[in-house]
């Protein structure tokens, strides 16, 4: 006889007091209805076993122990005789998952990112489950400003106890903003305050930028820095009062209406000291930067802050604390600030942490540290440190963060942050001429190899003019002391009948060598190599005649050992966006050996004055001077050329200089001995970009010009030009553009106003 005992999750939640049957012990338990479910498992999540006295109290809880397994639809509990009959009524499995119309997301992200939620082909169906990814991808698409997105989840049944679920997504078009207002803004215009958003109305730029698109994160960036700018100019009551942010009806456009009130502007009346001072109070009132007089400035007031609690992190108290007390005088307008100071505790540093470096090793980073464990907190060495991390190129953002070891008071871990980027570099270089079309050229390098810190290169050159096969490693860390060595090698093969603007000649150069780069300082280096050239040179009828008597009486084949001398220090902020700092560099190169008697010396000198929050002016200046040694005149082969990208743009690649008294192109140049340029560039954030630095405007005046043999230096002779420079780091990499106007050209002198340069990088 068979009897059932309970049936469906809605019976276990309740059964009552009164017994459905009577107490009995189970002798077998058989389970009926599994398709893909192992009996096993069955048995695994039942608390029955044979031998075991069935209640009402063990049936329920058997019933509600398979329901929570999520694996089964429907669960009963029969009973034959003595033998417990499960039956099983399995959810179905999921078949497939398909997107339809999301052209917005990739699909494969889109499975990856349901498959950790539980969501993927082959499990088990929960409605629930379906439904919550429903609403996530519509989550998603709103925070992509899809507002008009619908999405339409459909289930289908299939053979064997299976399911199909489709997302069809009605993306619609991407709400842009409209409009922005400014209510209540007296003192400046409304145009100029908008230019300080991220967030801006759609323009020719935003399609890169996505600046178009309403992001609540941005509208509150964009609200403090509105703030700021009142603040640094004298608002000390200024308030955002109210910010609506409103969407068409049919959610295509996007308003935003911003109240403010300005108040009036306030003048400082006086600084004052107090709390524990620790040092000299004549040597912290030379950080304060809050004069009496001066409109307010929240941004001055911060900054003093920061110098004395910076100065005070230098003494090992890195918790100094100093707040601005400010007292206003709304009479007079006039507001004085007492600035208290509480250095807190002195404390050491007891553990270097790195962090983020998934390929560079840490020894890599740890070798930039000037901050050491177990040593007092010194604020400037660990700025220092991330600055020289952040210097190796290796990342594309370096934080430090010295948090409290928890249980004391006088310790802290320094901890330092990085997020890697790609070190490879593959470069492609281009010039366009009337004559010569675009010359290629490019290199790979490997900035970190296999995350040692040492740098690989690989250069080649296949134009008609060069041929240039060469082999660049540098380890950086040579000794523990950070002497860096390095070797090269090069194959070269010039052929300048081809340029049309350098005396027509031909080398062949093999050769290669050894260098060594000595630290002197925290940003100063010296270096030094020895290297072996040997060079063979052709002419031909066009040749000047001056260089055919240089090889009528010293020979044709060069070669020698070649010695360099340099030093240099570099203080720039960053490589890729500098803002401010220099870079100095004074080298030259000796012919020590053989057939090579020479002389070259190169100076540089390269800074960067901030001008505003995101503007720069780079002045650049070089001047080269080399000569022959031992009553030898300089080979030359050896001569200095100016003109093109890196010199003078606007003129053609080596195009400045003398001519030859017998040249029968009056543009072929001998070059020279002695080579002056001079740059300035006013560097500026794209009109339209906000504040995105990927792309990056100039606006520059160039000059130079190269003097030869016995000539006198006479600025008169220099070329100018002026041009507008465009950077950009695009997703394929970096590209720059120049568009150059010769402001004193010559008859004689070859113009190529556009030039550009592209890559990728891997």
Do not use: C
């Not at 698409?141 to 399911?163: F, I, K």
């Not at 400010?326 to 600035?339: N, Y």
């Not at 060069?466 to 194959?491: A, E, Q, W």
């Amino acid at each position: 006889m068979k009897y059932s005992v309970l049936a469906g999750l809605a019976a276990a939640l309740i059964a009552s007091g009164a017994a459905a049957f009577d107490p009995f012990v189970v002798r077998d338990i058989r389970v009926e209805g599994i398709q893909r479910t192992e009996a096993g498992t069955v048995f695994s999540y039942l608390p029955v076993k044979v031998g075991d006295t069935l209640t009402d109290d063990k049936a329920s809880q058997a019933i509600k122990s398979l329901f929570g397994t999520g694996f089964f639809k429907d669960v009963r509990l029969e009973v034959e005789g003595n033998v417990l009959v499960v039956l099983i009524e399995e959810r179905p499995a999921i078949a497939s998952l398909e997107f339809v119309g999301t052209k917005a997301f990739d699909k494969e992200n889109l499975r990856k990112g349901l498959r950790e939620v539980g969501l993927a082909e082959s499990r088990i169906f929960d409605r629930a489950l379906v439904e919550r990814a429903e609403q996530e991808l519509k989550r998603q698409y709103l925070s992509q400003g899809y507002y008009a997105a619908q999405v339409t989840t459909t289930v289908t049944p299939l053979e064997r106890n299976r399911v199909g679920i489709t997302f069809a997504v009605d993306e619609g078009e991407i709400a842009k903003i409209r409009q922005i207002n400014i209510v209540g803004a007296r003192n400046f215009k409304e145009k100029d305050l908008l230019n300080l958003f991220n967030l801006r109305t759609p323009g020719w730029l935003t399609w890169y930028t996505k600046n178009d698109q309403y992001s609540k994160q941005k509208l509150s960036a964009d609200l403090e820095t509105l703030r700021s700018y009142y603040l640094d100019r004298g608002f000390v009551e200024f308030n955002i009062e109210s910010t609506q942010v409103s969407i068409s009806t049919d959610k295509q456009d996007i308003y935003i209406t911003i109240n403010i009130s300005e108040g009036d502007q306030y003048t400082v009346s006086g600084v004052k000291l107090a709390g524990e001072l620790l040092l000299a109070e004549e040597e912290l009132l030379k950080l304060v930067t809050i004069k009496p007089g001066s409109l307010f400035s929240r941004e001055q007031v911060t900054a003093t802050t920061k110098a004395i609690a910076d100065r005070l992190g230098n003494e090992g108290y890195a918790f100094a604390n100093v707040n601005a007390a400010p007292e206003l005088d709304k009479e007079k307008k006039q507001v004085a600030f007492t600035l208290f100071v509480d250095p807190g505790r002195r404390v050491y540093v007891r553990r270097i942490q790195v962090q983020g470096n998934t390929r560079s090793r840490d020894e890599v980073i740890r070798r930039e540290m000037r901050q050491m464990e177990a040593a007092w907190y010194d604020g400037e060495k660990i700025n220092k440190s991330r600055t020289r991390v952040d210097r190796l190129g290796y990342f594309d953002e370096v934080t430090v963060e010295t948090p409290a070891v928890p249980g004391t008071t006088d310790q802290v871990d320094l901890n330092v942050n990085v997020k890697e980027k790609p070190t490879g570099n593959l470069m492609i270089g281009a010039g366009l001429s009337s004559s010569e079309g675009l010359v290629f050229s490019g290199s790979v390098n490997q900035q970190n190899l296999f995350g040692s810190g040492k740098h690989v290169g690989v250069g080649f050159n296949t134009s008609k003019i060069n041929k240039l096969y060469s082999f660049s490693y540098t380890d950086p860390y040579h000794t523990v002391d950070g002497i860096s060595r390095g070797f090269d090698l090069y194959m070269r093969d010039t052929d300048t009948s081809q340029l049309n603007t350098i005396a027509t000649y031909a080398t062949k150069s093999l050769g290669g060598g050894v260098r060594y780069g000595i630290p002197i300082g925290e940003d100063d280096t010296v270096n030094f190599g020895l290297a072996y050239d040997n060079t063979q040179i052709k002419t031909t009828t066009y040749t000047p005649q001056r260089f055919k008597d240089f090889l009528t009486q010293y020979g044709d084949k060069f070669s020698g050992l070649i010695g360099t001398l340099g030093w240099s220090k570099e203080t720039l902020d960053s490589r890729i966006y500098p803002m401010k700092g220099y870079v100095a560099k004074v080298g030259g190169e000796v012919g020590l050996g053989g057939t090579l008697r020479y002389y070259r010396t190169n100076l540089q000198y390269q800074r960067y004055f901030p001008v505003g929050r995101d503007t720069t002016l780079m002045l650049n200046g070089e001047f080269g001077l080399a000569d022959g040694l031992g009553g030898r005149p300089l080979p030359f082969y050896k001569y200095y050329y100016a003109g093109g990208v890196g010199s003078v743009r606007g003129y053609k690649a080596g195009s400045l200089g003398p001519i030859a008294d017998d040249a029968t192109n009056t543009e072929e140049r001998l070059g020279g001995d002695r080579r002056l340029i001079a740059n300035a560039e006013f560097l500026f954030p794209m009109p339209g970009g906000g504040l995105d630095k990927s792309f990056r405007l100039g606006a520059f005046v160039d000059a130079g010009w190269v003097w030869g043999v016995g000539q006198k230096m006479n600025v008169g002779d220099m070329r100018y030009s002026a041009g507008l420079s465009l950077a950009w780091t695009s997703p394929l990499g970096p590209l720059k553009f120049s568009l150059a106007q010769p402001l004193n050209k010559k008859d004689t002198d070859k113009t190529q106003r556009l030039q550009f340069q592209m890559g990728t990088i891997f």
